[in-house]
């Protein structure tokens, strides 16, 4: 005997209402949205104000590359928890627990005059970041038919990117970054209030407690009281987090110093925040395009969005001009946003009857790689070196994904397809 995992389209109907589970779901999924927006706000901060809140902590910028691998370590540390131990918790005992340790992290960075408080509120993000952005994901998945969630993924990305769009904008027309993690801490109070009244105990039968459904089925071979060893024996899901765990270097690379190479060719301190704002728009675009692009067309994406990323960032070193670098900060981000929902949704895939774990797996992978690129890309103290050191990650990610496409793509997207055609 064993427990298999069931989603809502999976349960007994003859026990409660259909309209009522429904109109449920449907809540589950707006708070899904609503947190996964929150998840943006204090992350876009730091990546807005790293240099200032380094500088005010009593630090210069060299410890800008373990400051941002502090967060990750966070991150990471909360997402091994889960992988073994989330199945048991429930979702929305982590989700409560990831938006109040989201507050206190916020409310200990915004007063973090001193280099230790500024470590303790990263870490305090980072773990609580691990918690919210893929538990989020996760529910909204739980309630949404299997057919629809890499389009509902994509689409909660496109809530996140949008809070990431705002912050920079914020913050460079006057908003103190003190104030704006003050928001941060009031915002994550209120949404955990809502997740507790949202995710009654009246509806464990979508699991989010801890509750699971059992069912009688065969033991499994693969089965295994440490399950980050499961997802990792299959080849094709160690592939798609090397993948993520590329992408996030990548990614923080642009992010976190595009900004500051545009001001060291002579742009403006607007135009080094608006190429933030820019890149997550651009990413934003990039997710809206994925939400509604048919299973062909992602595969395509899959092997085209890699080889974009290096063309964009080539162009910004080769051609040294900060509006172009602007707009190429734009295109860097298109190209990323289809990526991540991509990988996680189907490195969740491949492991339906463990999704949490599968989940929180990707989302370690993801985390390791902030943990290992940003100090070792950040030794030159440059940006422009930075960025031509990051075309390594974004070549490695290139081939990961142009293998996958090529020798993998039918596997991979072969429940997608059936659901599409």
């Not at 005992?93 to 007063?111: D, K, M, N, P, S």
């Not at 994406?301 to 172009?324: K, W």
């Not at 009857?353 to 943990?371: E, F, H, K, R, Y």
């Not at 030794?379 to 142009?402: E, F, G, M, R, V």
């Amino acid at each position: 005997m064993s427990m298999e995992i069931l989603d809502c389209n999976q349960i007994d109907r003859g026990k409660r209402p259909e309209h009522n589970l429904d109109k449920y779901c449907r809540r589950v999924r707006i708070l899904g949205l609503v947190g996964t927006t929150g998840s943006g706000f204090a992350y876009v901060a730091f990546q807005a104000q790293s240099s200032e809140m380094i500088s005010l902590a009593g630090l210069d910028s060299s410890y800008s590359g373990t400051m941002i691998s502090l967060f990750f370590i966070g991150f990471v540390l909360v997402s091994l928890f889960i992988s073994q131990f989330g199945e048991r918790l429930g979702q929305a005992r982590l989700l409560l627990l990831g938006c109040i340790l989201y507050g206190l992290g916020a409310l200990v960075t915004a007063f973090a005059i001193k280099p230790f408080l500024l470590i303790c509120g990263l870490i305090l993000m980072g773990i609580a970041h691990g918690l919210v952005l893929p538990g989020f994901s996760n529910i909204i998945m739980l309630a949404t038919s299997p057919e629809k969630h890499v389009r509902y993924s994509s689409f909660a990305q496109v809530f996140l990117c949008f809070s990431s769009f705002l912050t920079p904008l914020l913050i460079v027309m006057g908003v103190a970054v003190k104030r704006f993690f003050i928001f941060v801490f009031v915002y994550h109070t209120v949404l955990t209030i809502i997740t507790f009244l949202v995710i009654r105990r009246s509806y464990d039968l979508l699991r989010l407690w801890g509750t699971q459904t059992m069912v009688t089925e065969k033991p499994k071979k693969n089965a295994s009281s440490f399950q980050l060893l499961v997802c990792l024996r299959k080849f094709e899901f160690t592939l798609l987090a090397l993948a993520i765990a590329l992408y996030a270097a990548v990614e923080i690379s642009v992010s976190f110093y595009a900004g500051s190479y545009i001001s060291d060719l002579g742009g403006s301190r607007e135009l080094a925040s608006l190429s933030l704002s820019l890149f997550w728009i651009g990413l934003l675009a990039g997710l809206l395009f994925a939400s509604v692009s048919s299973v062909r067309l992602s595969q395509l994406t899959l092997a085209v969005a890699p080889i974009g990323i290096i063309i964009t960032m080539s162009l910004m070193l080769i051609v040294p001009e900060p509006i172009l670098v602007c707009a190429m900060t734009t295109l860097s981000g298109f190209f990323c946003g289809p990526l991540w929902p991509m990988f996680l949704s189907l490195g969740r895939g491949l492991f339906l009857d463990i999704p949490t774990a599968a989940t929180s797996m990707m989302a370690l992978a993801n985390g390791l790689g902030g943990i290992v690129f940003p100090p070792l890309l950040s030794l030159p103290n440059k940006p422009a070196q930075i960025l031509t050191l990051s075309l390594i990650p974004a070549l490695l990610l290139a081939l990961i994904c142009l293998y996958l496409y090529f020798k993998r793509r039918q596997m991979l997207f072969h429940t997608a397809m059936i659901n599409d055609s």
